[in-house]
């Protein structure tokens, strides 16, 4: 039986992979999610079998020539953005990604090294997003990974000036609406290879 058919608003997704990955030793977004795929690869092919929006990466510039050196199976729709200065820090990322979206909308934001994103957790998000607010999934009282901006704070990102602010900053301004779900990978984040190791058995 086919799933995820029904109407639902498209929302675009930024997925940052622009970190310098010092504690991994080499970018997280070509680590392998299988033997056919990379985690940038599994993420994009999970947003786009969502039939989510506008699918914009951002890579800092080793990671794009790396991209180009393995020629990989990434859409042709995605946006490829490089951060020329991503020691600044994901809101620096965030807000170059921001200001590709072709319009006003609500968005969500992914980071490379959670790939265990699924269509199922982005339905469940895409029907609790309110314009002054925004989702995040919840394991046991923990948030996890992606969340879904409204556009009230996409514009806020927009806006702000400071590379160097922190996003959980602000977010405290806005309402915040949990999701709770019972997958506990939500919220793993896969920064060393020992967190790999665990996970992953190639």
């Given amino acids: ?8 608003v498209k929302f675009p997704v930024i997925i940052l992979a622009a970190g310098l990955s010092a504690r ?34 951002v890579l800092n ?11 990989l199976a990434v859409e042709d729709y995605c946006k490829i953005i490089i951060n020329p200065h991503p020691e600044r820090g ?3 990322s965030l807000k170059l990604g921001v200001s590709e979206l ?4 609500a968005c969500y934001v992914q980071n490379v090294d959670n790939p265990f994103v699924s269509a199922d957790l982005l339905d469940a998000m895409n029907n609790l997003v309110e314009n002054d607010a925004y989702v995040v999934p919840v394991f046991e009282g923990k948030g996890g990974h ?23 900053l602000i977010l405290q301004k806005f309402k915040r609406i949990e999701l709770e779900t019972k997958d506990a990978q939500i919220l793993v984040n896969i920064n060393t290879q020992e967190d790999y190791k665990n996970y992953f058995h190639h």
């Avoid at 901006?149 to 927009?158: K, P, R």
């Fill in 102 to 105: 072709t319009k006003k909308t």
């Fill in 1 to 8: 039986m086919e799933t995820h058919t029904i109407a639902r």
């Fill in 146 to 168: 992606p969340v879904l901006l409204g556009a009230s704070i996409i514009d806020s990102v927009a806006e702000i000036q400071e590379d160097d602010a922190a996003l959980h």
């Fill in 24 to 57: 991994m030793g080499h970018s997280k977004a070509f680590l392998k999610w299988d033997k056919h795929a990379t985690f940038l690869e599994k993420i994009i092919k999970e947003y786009s079998d969502f039939a989510s929006g506008q699918v914009i990466v």
């Fill in 90 to 92: 994901r809101l620096s």
């Fill in 61 to 71: 510039q080793d990671g794009y020539q790396q991209l180009l050196t393995e020629n």
